[in-house]
């Protein structure tokens, strides 16, 4: 027998799973949320009009592989309950939610419309989660709570809902385990003096990737209409000091710079201006967003940190900021002003971590090392250090090959 | 010309009725010609649905399809298998993309998403009837040779994993450095030209003083960084500046650098090109902190437009910056510049400060990775795209990472960008991989959708061959240009160059797209 245990099913789970499987080996993909994809499933493509390499897609397909490939078991909304050490690998327990939904589904959501209860107790996948199937919180459910509702099993066309499901304990023997739970995004919040969670204009970039994911227009939270001027600003909570963390998430750049590029396309009247520390774009030959930058003529790059954003005018927001020099102090309005957030790893101190041996490092990402890989733990993807979606992918390749490579010298 | 036409109308659930008549769209599709059969189904991606689809269109005997319904990705696989069984060509069926090109744009003006519904049907209706049936053919490779350019750390350990899935490396190294790598290992070996297609690439390779051939299935593209090739106005004028890699390895043997040091990202700062990107921010700030813990009162100066310490390289930054290095960012008008005539000071403008600072330096340092100038000739060689630094491009995400837009060609390593050793190292280890995937495979699928020439139209001009990224057409027997099938992606480029209009696209003739777009614009346009 020969499988591998992959725990999470973002990018780097979803990289790894496929490689692995498209060289013979069997997988058990583990995935605590109720569909695949990861931070991917809420970031929009930034290609409206032309490719512009965010990578997002490319984890969305590989979850549509991954579900149709025969020799990859997926479990959503399960979680690993404990691995112990066996004689070829670990013996693994997975405790796995019940769905309520079966594969019948076919993501029509004439059932969220049906459900009385505030808020909904079905949903469907999140952003563009795969598969697209729906799923039922017990918790919030009143046919759980109060043992009569069946609005959505009434409504269902394809008879889908199943109030049956029961949770499951599954047992499997694998020989490696590949630990990819990525990344958690660092709340825009914590940086109190930004606005964010005071002024509604004020969103993280989080948020405007799912509204431009869904709707595919950004608007203005407050009142709905589109912005014609929009502050991006880098580094929230990234490299500082007091609040946030002190290394570099090193992707915002790369996505704060093509979403920049992606409102431009979807609306040519925006000005926008783009605070930033240092232009850390990855695999963008010649600093293409400076050029791109300078052939707009409703764009500015500025190089300063803003300080502070108040409420301003008509309902506007007044941003103020140091000049370029650090000699002059600035202050304009805007419409929206979006804060590019970075990432801390997730689960790197987790129970499962801990019992598998993973350490982690001052930053409290998760260590990678050869003593873990002899003993079939492999740390892969952001949870193990600052990555982008490319960079995930390239890693997971290199990750496989490693086990592979161990297996062939036989430790 | 005739045809029977099924058209299937998918009400997405919900989603379409909401917005647009569906009575209507059905009307129109029964009233216009060849239409033998309409339907309206719940959800084509449901499988009782399709399976009522394929049912009638057996039934009707129908020859091609019309589909209104979502995304390509969603619906294809399991629609174009489905009519396959039916017995019908999968470049027969026209899908039209309601959902995201109707609905979801329109969702506030229900009017005019009808009239777009409307002519769209229209469109693909009058482009239905003038398809025709095309097949696919496939190849098999006449080699398992995976060539490797480049046996730098990406290069080896692409080779490493490549000869894992079986495939039989060949190295090429320009100097002579012995390795222990699977394979053959070519010395002196330098790429020099190519012709073929992916999986069956014929490559000319000079080793030594001599040109030799070799077939190969795959090509990885490991040139890595031209460290040694440093020019411009400071390397110039300070003749005893050094690499930051010469430097590094002088510090190991326990060489004391003289004076205060200063490291520059790049030997010419005020050039036309701002070369950024070439700046070795890893390695530098590795260096810095060595030096300042071995020589603490030392003096050292980073000079550099843009400090990318990205990732957990910041605090690498921070604790350089904490030892007293001292960074200085200028821009391109403050750019520093060297005395020639005494070339021991060096004057920068501080970016965010303002101030103009004159710094005494013993010894010079350039930190930047300039693209490899054997790029080009590489680049030049496989037809392949490269960036205006000079560097190969990465193709398209989409179809996995480390690929370049022609298929078969892998590239990796500081080829693509400078980047760390160990990111080299994992880069090689997945075009190594995508490579041995990729000749493991043995055949190569081809056809469908490719250019044809009429051969009494050509004037054997050339153009097309000059403007083919793929190197498909070549001039045959007859002296008229020809298409090898194989090579051909489809991009339809020497369609539209053709000066004499000899060729055409199976699937997107001139008769198609005209009469379709006739239909979307509506009279002559």
Not at chain 1, 370 to 397: Q, W
Request: hydrophobic letters at 40%.
């Amino acid at each position: 027998m020969n499988q591998v245990l992959i725990v999470g099913g973002g990018p780097a789970g979803l990289t790894a799973a496929k490689t692995l499987v498209d060289r013979g080996t069997e997988v058990v993909l583990v995935e605590r949320k109720e569909s695949l994809g990861g931070m991917a499933r809420e970031l929009t493509c930034k290609g409206l009009v032309e490719c512009r390499n965010c990578g997002v897609c490319f984890a969305m397909d590989r979850a549509g592989e991954i579900l149709r490939e025969p020799n990859a078991e997926v479990l959503l909304l399960s979680e690993v309950a404990s691995a112990t050490k066996a004689d070829h690998g670990y013996s693994v327990k997975i405790k796995t939610a019940p769905r309520y939904i079966t594969d019948d589904c076919i993501g029509c959501g004439k059932c969220v419309a049906v459900c009385p209860v505030e808020g909904k107790a079905i949903f469907p996948p999140t952003g563009s989660g795969q598969p697209r199937l729906h799923w039922i919180d017990k918790s919030k459910c009143l046919h759980f709570k109060k043992g009569k509702c069946d609005k959505c099993a009434s409504v269902c066309p394809t008879h889908a809902v199943d109030f049956e499901d029961r949770a499951k304990n599954i047992t499997r023997n694998v020989n490696a385990v590949v630990y990819a739970t990525g990344i958690d995004p660092i709340d825009a919040c914590e940086m109190s003096r930004l606005g964010c969670g005071i002024l509604k204009d004020v969103v993280s970039s989080v948020d405007a990737e799912r509204i431009l994911n869904e709707k595919g227009r950004l608007m203005r939270p407050s009142d709905g209409k589109a912005p014609k001027k929009i502050a991006v600003m880098q580094c929230v909570g990234s490299r500082t000091v007091k609040v946030g963390v002190e290394y570099c998430s090193k992707f915002c750049c790369k996505y704060a710079t093509k979403m920049s590029q992606l409102l431009l396309d979807t609306d040519p009247d925006i000005n926008l201006d783009f605070y930033f520390m240092d232009l850390r774009t990855l695999y963008e030959p010649q600093d293409e967003f400076k050029l791109w930058a300078k052939s707009k003529k409703t764009v500015k790059l500025i190089r300063s940190m803003p300080s502070v954003v108040l409420p301003g005018k008509d309902g506007k927001l007044l941003l103020r900021a140091a000049g370029e020099t650090d000699l002059d102090i600035t202050e304009t309005e805007y419409d929206l002003i979006i804060l590019s957030v970075g990432m801390r790893p997730s689960g790197a101190s987790a129970e499962l971590a801990k019992s598998l041996g993973i350490q982690t490092d001052k930053s409290g990402f998760a260590v990678a090392n050869h003593e873990l890989e002899s003993k079939g733990v492999f740390v892969c993807g952001a949870v193990s250090e600052p990555m982008d979606i490319e960079e995930t992918a390239v890693r997971a390749a290199a990750t496989v090959s490693k086990m592979h490579h161990q297996k062939e010298v036989g430790t | 010309m005739k045809a029977r036409i099924q058209v299937v109308l998918c009400k997405c659930c919900t989603e379409m009725p909401k917005l647009l008549n569906m009575e209507k769209l059905q009307k129109l599709a029964e009233d216009s010609s060849m239409v033998v059969s309409v339907m309206t189904v719940d959800a084509v991606c449901d499988g009782k649905d399709l399976a009522r689809i394929v049912g009638e269109a057996k039934e009707r005997e129908i020859d091609r399809a019309v589909v209104l319904a979502c995304h390509k990705k969603d619906i294809s696989p399991n629609l174009l298998k489905a009519y396959r069984r039916a017995g019908i060509n999968e470049f027969l069926i026209e899908l039209v993309n309601m959902r995201e090109e109707v609905v979801l744009p329109h969702a506030d003006e229900p009017e005019r998403a009808q009239a777009k519904a409307e002519t769209k049907l229209k469109a693909a209706l009058t482009r239905a009837i003038m398809l025709a049936p095309l097949e696919k053919q496939s190849e098999e490779m006449k080699t398992k040779n995976v060539v490797i350019v480049g046996a730098g750390v990406a290069g080896q350990a692409a080779a490493h994993e490549a000869a894992k899935s079986g495939a039989h490396t060949v190295l090429l190294e320009k100097t002579s450095k012995s390795l222990k790598v699977p394979g053959v290992i070519m010395t002196h070996a330098q790429l020099v030209g190519a012709s073929g297609y992916g999986g069956n690439f014929q490559l000319k390779i000079k080793a030594g003083e001599k040109v030799e051939e070799l077939g190969a299935a795959a090509v990885v593209i490991a040139t890595g960084g031209g460290w040694t090739t440093l020019k411009g106005p400071l390397a110039k004028a300070v003749k005893d500046a050094v690499p930051l890699y010469k430097f590094y390895e002088h510090m190991q043997s326990g060489m004391v650098p003289k004076g205060p040091v200063v490291i520059v990202d790049t030997p010419d700062p005020a050039g036309k090109t701002m070369k950024v990107q070439d700046y070795a921010w890893d390695d530098t700030l590795e260096t810095v902190i060595q030096l300042k813990k071995k020589h603490p009162e030392l003096l050292v100066y980073v000079i550099f437009q843009e400090m990318r310490a990205f990732g957990l390289s910041e605090l690498a930054y921070k604790e350089a910056a904490d030892l007293g290095v001292r960074f200085i960012r200028y821009d391109k008008a403050g750019a520093p510049k060297i005395d020639a005539k005494n070339p021991i000071a060096l004057t920068v403008k501080d970016f965010s400060q303002g101030e103009v600072l004159d710094l005494k330096f013993g010894t010079l340092v350039f930190a930047s990775i300039p693209a490899n100038q054997d790029n080009q000739m590489i680049a030049d060689a496989l037809r392949i795209p490269m960036t205006v630094d000079g560097s190969i491009r990465r193709g398209s995400i989409q179809r996995w990472p480390v690929t370049t837009p022609k298929p078969g060609i892998f590239v990796c390593g500081s080829a693509l960008f400078p980047k760390s050793r160990e990111l080299a190292k994992a880069e090689g280890e997945a075009a190594g991989t995508m490579a041995g995937q990729f000749v493991k495979r043995g055949m190569i699928e081809y056809g469908g959708s490719v250019a044809q020439v009429t051969p009494e139209k050509c004037s054997a001009c050339l153009t097309c061959i000059r403007t083919c990224p793929y190197e498909a057409p070549f001039i045959g027997a007859a002296n008229k240009a020809e298409i090898k099938v194989q090579a051909c992606q489809g991009c339809g480029m020497c369609v539209g160059i053709c000066p004499s209009k000899a060729i055409d696209l199976h699937h997107y003739t001139d008769d198609q797209v005209m009469e379709e777009a006739r239909t979307l614009l509506g009279g002559d346009f």
